[in-house]
């Protein structure tokens, strides 16, 4: 089988076998280990089982990966790149390089960075967390504006800028549009024709808040009513002739609503204190001693010429 064949197949094996459930029994487990045994991928120095890639995507964020296990590509870019890693590290200890008193240091170092992160991990699971739902419900209260969705408008609009024309020759041709629009021509292809604004697919702006737009822009729009269009509204962009699409009202968005999110944002706050506080506790233990005369053994003095 050649090698796109056999990289092909890894995918399909790939995808099929991630996620699989967790067997509680031994006989389950047993079959468990077998499964993480299957080769995905190989050459004749070195194999990626489907244990090898499970390991790998863990690097992957957890809320990003469904979408990636869904792309065969990014599968099979992975399983490359894990093929030729293991591959050169099959080179490197034929030839010896994982006796080389560095590179043992190294990989102890690497071990302990795996098995820091995995202590981090660790640390936030079988706490017991406080009931949020009452500290969730003062935020709703307190933080009523974060809650509420603003008053929304759609609009299209016409704009003539003051770059390739006068003030007055700008707030002309602006007028000639605006009659134009008053008269029944369709506003989309006048805008089409005669707006500045090539961004806007026949003049639409989609939906915006007041804030979103400069003030008169805004003032002008949200003094209207759905189907009406503005005479000129001048800008520091130039003359805008509008037409309003669609008006929808604010409103407060009920507790229900929010409070997953609101509970979902506490958690992770407290969880984060907890690992910050466990690292303070480490980093300020009275068992700590510093060599210092051997840290200042370490440090290079800079010629008088290098950087300050």
Do not use: W
């Amino acid at each position: 089988m050649n090698r796109v064949k056999l990289l092909c197949v890894s995918i399909m094996l790939a995808v099929a076998s991630i996620g699989a459930a967790r067997a509680e029994t031994s006989r389950a487990g047993d079959g468990a280990e077998k499964s993480g045994n299957i080769v995905l991928v190989s050459n004749a120095r070195a194999a990626v089982t489907k244990a090898d890639f499970e390991a790998e995507i863990e690097r992957v964020p957890e809320q990003d990966r469904l979408e990636f296990l869904a792309s065969r590509e990014r599968i099979g870019k992975v399983l490359d790149e894990m093929l030729i890693r293991k591959t050169l590290a099959v080179e490197a200890r034929k030839a010896g390089l994982d006796k080389l008193p560095i590179v043992i240091r190294k990989m102890a170092a690497a071990q302990e960075n795996v098995l820091a992160a995995e202590r981090v991990k660790e640390l936030a699971q079988g706490v017991k967390l406080p009931d949020f739902s009452v500290r969730a419900r003062e935020i709703y209260r307190i933080d009523t504006d974060k809650y509420t969705i603003k008053p929304m408008v759609r609009a299209s609009h016409i704009l003539v800028n003051f770059k390739e024309r006068s003030k007055d020759e700008a707030f002309k041709r602006a007028e000639e549009v605006y009659a134009l629009a008053k008269s029944g021509s369709d506003f989309g292809a006048l805008a089409e024709k005669y707006s500045d604004d090539k961004n806007a697919q026949k003049g639409d702006l989609g939906y915006f808040s007041a804030d979103m737009m400069v003030k008169p822009f805004s003032e002008a729009a949200f003094a209207m009513k759905p189907g009406e269009i503005s005479a000129p509204v001048e800008t520091q962009f130039g003359f805008h002739v509008l037409k309003l699409d669609d008006a929808k009202p604010g409103y407060k968005q009920d507790f229900d609503t929010v409070s997953g999110a609101i509970i979902e944002q506490l958690k992770a706050e407290y969880l984060t204190e907890l690992r910050k506080n466990h690292l303070v506790d480490i980093r300020t233990d009275s068992t700590i001693k510093v060599n210092e005369e051997e840290i200042l053994k370490i440090k290079t003095t800079l010629p008088a010429d290098g950087p300050k």
